[in-house]
């Protein structure tokens, strides 16, 4: 979805206008003549603004340490993303376009010039070193497959995009779980955000069952593409929240880069009619689909996409992202995955492989430390995963 090819990297940039603007709310202040005798009503409510404090700039100091990139030890690969989730015990990371390296080739940066085939989206095993993954559904020639399968009933092709935005455990008794995509017809455009069940088949997650007519659920054209933005099942409630960018009907720049959010409790996460949607601080949940998109309904602005976690060291949730064509990985902060976020913390900036490099997706590993006092992340870098970790209060 964010992927490695030029077409999905423009198609975020096009589609979420990713650039450092004033807030929306500057930008859409217009003059009006106003009647002296009747006065005007209060504008409505802007819930994309910073709120509260960052409690990471406001409590804590943090020193970052540069790790490195991430490759896998059984195959070599050129890839984007790698948003991770938990599954049976095990974590995983899923990742977005993966450009095979050629025949032979070990290492991607000895890689030979050229195409040499790819996939949409893999999955990946975490390992307990975030430099090193292991990469699962290899053919033949030791080349990674492809998670999410096409549909050729469904008019879907091979080169149909399935960027997954984390697997989320729905059921840790019978190991099942769900990742949450969206598809790009490339050509056609983006189609619409949907579901897969994700099970262990021979110990390895398999995606066992796509959800909806034509594989998705929520229409690109006309309802928020939950989980494009972001998906996360939370630790401290029964929740999986998914967090998703405007209709792609919406065609001014600045509403098409609110990002807006939806919840069910996880027993439920194949049932679309348990799902519920964010109607604003003033309104809250409710099982009536969104269909209003404004600054009052969104959550964030231009945020790009992350990963929501849960903190015990800072106690709070943290978002993890890239700033908007800028190189900066960013941390904001909320008491729950409702919001309101704060501003933005700088932790890092990335230095660019190659020109007019893209970093972006920012992907959090809980797992490396649950105590939270330190936290690595991972971010791509032109087709290149690499790895920071945020030591705070050293």
């Not at 059984?74 to 984007?80: E, L």
């Not at 008019?155 to 598809?183: K, P």
């Not at 790895?387 to 705070?392: H, L, Q, S």
Request: net charge negative; charged share 20%; hydrophobic share 40%.
């Amino acid at each position: 979805m964010r992927a490695i090819t030029t077409l999905a990297v423009l198609s975020q940039v096009i589609s979420a206008a990713r650039i450092d603007l004033p807030l929306p709310s500057v930008l859409t202040a217009r003059s009006q003549k106003k009647d002296a005798a009747t006065p005007s009503p209060p504008p409505p409510p802007d819930n994309t603004q910073p709120a509260g404090v960052n409690i990471i700039a406001h409590n804590h100091t943090f020193a970052t340490q540069y790790l490195g990139l991430q490759l896998a030890d059984n195959s070599a690969s050129h890839r984007d993303l790698g948003f991770t989730g938990q599954l049976g015990g095990k974590w995983y990371a899923v990742y977005g376009d993966v450009l095979w390296c050629a025949l032979g080739v070990t290492d991607p940066a000895k890689d030979s010039p050229g195409f040499h085939g790819m996939v949409r989206d893999a999955i990946s095993l975490c390992t307990d070193n975030p430099l090193v993954v292991h990469d699962l559904h290899l053919d033949k020639a030791g080349r990674q497959q492809q998670l999410i399968p096409f549909n050729e009933s469904w008019g879907e092709a091979a080169d149909f995009g399935f960027g997954g935005t984390s697997l989320v455990e729905v059921d840790g008794a019978t190991n099942t779980g769900a990742v949450y995509y969206l598809i790009n017809g490339n050509k056609t455009g983006y189609r619409g955000a949907g579901i897969a069940k994700v099970q262990l088949v021979n110990d390895t997650p398999t995606v066992t069952q796509r959800f909806g007519n034509r594989g998705y659920w929520w229409d690109a054209n006309t309802t928020a593409r939950y989980g494009d933005i972001a998906a996360y099942r939370d630790t401290r409630s029964d929740y999986i929240y998914a967090w998703g960018g405007a209709p792609m009907e919406i065609t001014d720049w600045v509403q098409a880069a609110y990002v807006y959010q939806c919840r069910v409790k996880a027993a439920d996460a194949f049932d679309i009619t348990k799902y519920e949607y964010w109607w604003g601080r003033q309104k809250g949940w409710k099982s009536e689909l969104l269909t209003t998109f404004t600054a009052e309904t969104a959550v964030m602005w231009m945020s790009g996409q992350g990963q929501v976690m849960w903190n015990k060291y800072l106690n709070c949730y943290v978002f993890v992202r890239l700033g908007p064509l800028s190189y900066d990985v960013l941390l904001r902060t909320a008491p729950s995955p409702e919001g309101p976020w704060s501003d933005d913390v700088k932790v890092f900036t990335a230095t660019p492989i190659g020109k007019d490099a893209m970093t972006y997706a920012g992907v959090a590993h809980p797992y490396l430390d649950p105590s939270g006092k330190t936290m690595v992340i991972s971010y791509t870098n032109n087709n290149n995963i690499e790895v920071i970790k945020v030591t705070f209060d050293k």
